[in-house]
C-alpha cells in the first residue's frame, strides 16, 4: 500500500490544480481574458489578464469606456485610430517601457469645460482644471429616456425628474443601438435640442448632465444645446458613458478628469457605486 500511495497523492493533487485553474479562468465569464506567455526561472508561465466591469461583487460598476483604435470618433467613419507609441521598449533595450499618447481631448468617455464653445470663457482659463470636483462626484439619478425621438422640453417634462437631484445620467437609444462600439461616427444619435437643454437649467436642479454618446446636443442643435448648458459655468457635461446593462436609479457617481491646464476637454474615468 505504501508504494501505490505516493502515485495516488501525486495524481490527486495534480487534478485538484487542473480543476482550480479551471475553475479561476471561468470565474467572469463575461470578461474579456487575455493570455500571454511569460518565462520565469528557465520555464514559462501563463499569464491571464482579466479586463472587468465591475468590481466587489457587482458593487462598484465601471462607466467609462476603455480606449480602443475602432472606437467612434468625432465626424469622422476612420474611428479614433492609433493613439498609442511605445518610442521606448524594453524589447528594444530601453531599461523600461515608456508609451506616449496623442488623440483629442474629447475623445471616448470625456467631459466638456465651458472654454469648449465660448471663446471668452477658453480665453479667460475656464478648462477641465476649474471645474467642480463636488458636482461631479455625489448621488446621480440613471433613467430611461423614451426611445424614439430626441431629448426635447416635452421629453423632459415627461421624466418627472424631482428638484433637489443634481446629476442625471441620461441613457437613450444610443445605448440600445450600441453606437459606441460602432467604428463609424454617427450624426443620427440622440441629444438634447435646444429646449430640451433650456427646459434641463429652468425647471431642475441638474448640474451634472450625462449621456451615452460622443455629444450631449442632438447633431441639429449641436452648438444651440451647448450654449445652453455651458453658458452659466455651473453645468457639467460628461459624455459617452458605457451604461450597457446598468439599471436605472440612484447610484454614488466618482468622475474625475485629468488636471489639462488650457484644455476645454479631457477624457474621464467614471464609476457607480450601489
Given at each position: 500500500m505504501a508504494k501505490i500511495a505516493g502515485p495516488i497523492l501525486l495524481m490527486l493533487q495534480i487534478l485538484f490544480l487542473a480543476a482550480a485553474g479551471a475553475a479561476a479562468s471561468s470565474a467572469h465569464p463575461a470578461?474579456?481574458?487575455?493570455?500571454?506567455?511569460?518565462?520565469?526561472?528557465?520555464?514559462?508561465?501563463?499569464?491571464?489578464?482579466?479586463?472587468?466591469?465591475?468590481?466587489?461583487?457587482g458593487r462598484i460598476l465601471d462607466i467609462t469606456h476603455a480606449y480602443r483604435e475602432d472606437m467612434p470618433s468625432w465626424e469622422?467613419?476612420?474611428?479614433l485610430g492609433q493613439f498609442l507609441w511605445l518610442?521606448?521598449?524594453?524589447?528594444?533595450?530601453?531599461?523600461?517601457?515608456?508609451?506616449?499618447?496623442?488623440?483629442?481631448?474629447?475623445?471616448?468617455t470625456h467631459v466638456d469645460a465651458p472654454?469648449?464653445?465660448?471663446?471668452?470663457?477658453?480665453?479667460?482659463?475656464?478648462?477641465?482644471?476649474?471645474?467642480?470636483?463636488?458636482?461631479?462626484?455625489?448621488?446621480?439619478?440613471?433613467?430611461?429616456?423614451?426611445?424614439?425621438?430626441?431629448?426635447?422640453?416635452?421629453?423632459m417634462e415627461s421624466l418627472h425628474i424631482p428638484r433637489g437631484v443634481r446629476r442625471v445620467l441620461f441613457r437613450t437609444l444610443n445605448t440600445d443601438r450600441r453606437l459606441m462600439w460602432k467604428k463609424e461616427c454617427h450624426t443620427d444619435y440622440v441629444g438634447f435640442m435646444k429646449d430640451g437643454a433650456r427646459w434641463?437649467?429652468?425647471?431642475?436642479?441638474?448640474?451634472?448632465?450625462?449621456?451615452?454618446?460622443?455629444?450631449?446636443?442632438?447633431?441639429?442643435d449641436l452648438i444651440p444645446s451647448h450654449l445652453v448648458f455651458l453658458k452659466s459655468r455651473e453645468i457639467i457635461l460628461v459624455e459617452a458613458l458605457k451604461l450597457d446593462n446598468v439599471k436605472p436609479g440612484i447610484y454614488a457617481l466618482h468622475c474625475l478628469p485629468l488636471r489639462l491646464l488650457g484644455a476645454e476637454g479631457s477624457p474621464i474615468r467614471c464609476i457607480l457605486i450601489k
Open positions: 470578461y474579456e481574458e487575455e493570455t500571454a506567455a511569460c518565462g520565469v526561472g528557465g520555464g514559462e508561465e501563463e499569464l491571464v489578464v482579466i479586463r472587468r466591469e465591475e468590481y466587489d461583487g469622422t467613419d476612420e474611428g518610442p521606448k521598449s524594453m524589447k528594444n533595450g530601453s531599461l523600461a517601457n515608456n508609451s506616449e499618447m496623442k488623440m483629442p481631448t474629447h475623445s471616448g472654454g469648449h464653445v465660448f471663446q471668452h470663457y477658453f480665453e479667460a482659463g475656464f478648462d477641465v482644471d476649474t471645474l467642480d470636483l463636488e458636482v461631479l462626484n455625489g448621488p446621480a439619478l440613471l433613467v430611461d429616456v423614451p426611445r424614439d425621438k430626441n431629448i426635447t422640453a416635452e421629453v434641463l437649467v429652468d425647471n431642475t436642479d441638474i448640474k451634472l448632465v450625462g449621456v451615452d454618446y460622443l455629444s450631449v446636443a442632438a447633431y441639429a
